[in-house]
């Protein structure tokens, strides 16, 4: 699981970003640092120069001999401690001079008499003379150390704050992209009344507004094709009943038999695509009303319990108050209970109903331990007409538009039906009711 979280945080276009604007840090840091080495590389000569010839001015005031109370006034002057070696004389302003440079110190290109390096984090030149050597380190009483570390920590806090404040700024910039990824996934569900946000006013703006507009179209589309079917079917009932009549003039026979029975289902079917366009227009004038829904599950179900394999109630509270159209609701839960038994063996398991609070929803589970639904039907079982064994259709009845209806009243109640299932197993449908 984590290595799962780990690639999902990888391949996000957020953390791409954030890296990149990292390391282009990173970059510019080094390019202004090689800047500004290069110069130094310029200036270290004359510097170098400098400082000898400083070093040679103090050398000169401590005097020849070597004057260790003038030393010390220098000290104190300059915040510079120096040491004296020579066979016959030493002294030191203080101990912490070391007696002898060993190590990684380095001679001045300009002027091999004088070495420089680092001893136990300090600075120290060693100056060679005619009769002895000269050890200069800065003295501890230097008021720079401190300061120097506090202004580590202030830079630290500066690059955590540019960080931090660059991490939430590509936050916000690409919360338009999140909200496309919902509106992709809400349409890849069929929730065509979906609208992606359209708050900023760059590129992913006039994406989303291009998205927006195509599922409008798509809806146009559907709609059209929705209305298209309604108005053949209506158009059918006049030469079906036609034929009918004219039928009832032959003679009888085995072919006027066949001929009823064909005409028969199709005024079945016609009737059903008429009613599913009535229902469908009746969900524009909802008649919502506060409900209990575990009364109205209690006596949906009280229809269904004689038919087998039965139907239990599993985990249901005493009340859930939700703002609906209990007719239609009803109707949503006989057609899922109606598949459930449909669609089980009459010695499966009893059909299970349960109620949870999920988020901002409350969801009624229907679960049944029939068939199931193989998983490259899953996505079209709510489109009007599609049934999963079209050879199944005389003997379970039905012409594949109980669950585009449920899906229907479920939208126009602002809520969403999803079906989880398995072949041989059982399949779960979920209901969600927005809470009140
Ligand atoms: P139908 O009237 O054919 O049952 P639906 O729209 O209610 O139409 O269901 C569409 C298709 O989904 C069905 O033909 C069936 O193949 C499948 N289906 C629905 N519910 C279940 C279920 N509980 N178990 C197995 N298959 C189901």
């Given at each position: 699981m984590p290595t799962q979280r780990f690639k999902k945080i990888f391949r996000s276009v957020f953390t791409k970003l954030l890296v990149v604007i990292i390391l282009a840090g990173i970059c510019i840091n080094l390019v202004v640092g090689g800047f500004f080495i290069h110069l130094r590389n310029q200036f270290i000569g004359p510097f170098h120069q400098n400082v000898?010839?400083?070093?040679?001015?103090?050398?000169?005031?401590?005097?020849?001999?070597?004057?260790?109370?003038?030393?010390?006034?220098?000290?104190?002057?300059?915040?510079l401690d120096v040491r004296y070696e020579s066979?016959?004389?030493?002294w030191t302003t203080?101990?912490?001079?070391?007696?002898?440079?060993?190590?990684?110190?380095?001679?001045?290109?300009?002027?091999?008499?004088?070495?420089?390096g680092r001893h136990r984090g300090r600075h120290i030149i060693e100056v060679t003379a005619e009769e002895g050597r000269f050890i200069f380190g800065p003295s501890r009483n230097l008021p720079v150390d401190?300061?120097?570390?506090?202004?580590?920590?202030?830079?630290?806090?500066?690059?955590t704050l540019i960080l931090a404040g660059a991490f939430f700024v590509i936050r916000h910039?690409?919360?338009?992209?999140?909200?496309?990824?919902?509106?992709?996934?809400?349409?890849?569900?069929?929730?065509?009344?979906?609208?992606?946000?359209?708050?900023?006013?760059?590129?992913?703006?006039?994406?989303?507004?291009?998205?927006?507009d195509m599922t409008d179209r798509i809806r146009d589309m559907l709609h059209t094709k929705e209305q298209l079917l309604y108005d053949v079917s209506h158009e059918l009932?006049?030469?079906?009943?036609?034929?009918?009549?004219?039928?009832?003039?032959?003679?009888?026979?085995?072919?006027?038999?066949?001929?009823?029975?064909?005409?028969?289902?199709?005024?079945?079917?016609?009737?059903?695509?008429?009613?599913?366009?009535?229902?469908?227009?009746?969900?524009?004038?909802?008649?919502?009303?506060?409900?209990?829904?575990?009364?109205?599950?209690?006596?949906?179900?009280?229809?269904?319990e004689n038919q087998p394999p039965g139907i239990e109630i599993v985990d249901l509270p005493s009340e859930i108050e939700v703002d609906i159209d209990p007719e239609q609701i009803k109707t949503v839960?006989?057609?899922?209970?109606?598949?459930?038994?449909?669609?089980?063996q009459p010695d499966s398991a009893p059909i299970?109903?349960?109620?949870?609070?999920?988020?901002?929803?409350?969801?009624?589970?229907?679960?049944?331990?029939?068939?199931?639904?193989?998983?490259?039907?899953?996505?079209?079982?709510f489109e009007p007409f599609y049934r999963v064994d079209k050879s199944r259709a005389k003997d379970t009845g039905g012409y594949g538009l109980g669950l585009s209806l449920c899906k229907t009243i479920m939208e126009a109640h602002d809520g969403k039906i999803e079906v989880q299932s398995r072949p041989q197993e059982g399949t779960t449908v979920s209901l969600f009711f927005p809470l009140i």
């Open positions: 000898v010839q400083y070093l040679n001015y103090l050398i000169a005031d401590v005097g020849n001999p070597p004057n260790l109370d003038r030393a010390r006034e220098i000290a104190r002057e300059s915040f066979p016959n004389l030493r203080s101990d912490e001079l070391p007696t002898e440079i060993r190590g990684r110190f380095r001679s001045l290109r300009q002027n091999p008499d004088v070495r420089y401190s300061a120097r570390h506090r202004l580590f920590v202030i830079m630290l806090l500066l690059l910039i690409l919360r338009p992209v999140k909200w496309l990824n919902d509106g992709v996934k809400e349409v890849g569900r069929g929730n065509l009344k979906h609208r992606v946000p359209l708050k900023k006013s760059d590129e992913l703006r006039d994406l989303a507004a291009a998205f927006n009932r006049t030469p079906l009943t036609r034929m009918k009549v004219a039928l009832e003039f032959l003679a009888d026979s085995q072919a006027k038999q066949s001929l009823q029975s064909d005409i028969e289902e199709m005024e079945k079917m016609v009737s059903e695509i008429l009613e599913t366009a009535r229902r469908q227009h009746k969900y524009e004038n909802l008649k919502k009303q506060p409900t209990n829904l575990v009364d109205l599950i209690k006596q949906t179900t009280a229809a269904f839960f006989e057609n899922v209970l109606n598949n459930a038994i449909k669609y089980s299970q109903i349960s109620a949870k609070y999920e988020e901002s929803y409350v969801v009624v589970q229907i679960r049944d331990f029939g068939m199931g639904i193989p998983a490259e039907e899953r996505a079209h079982i």
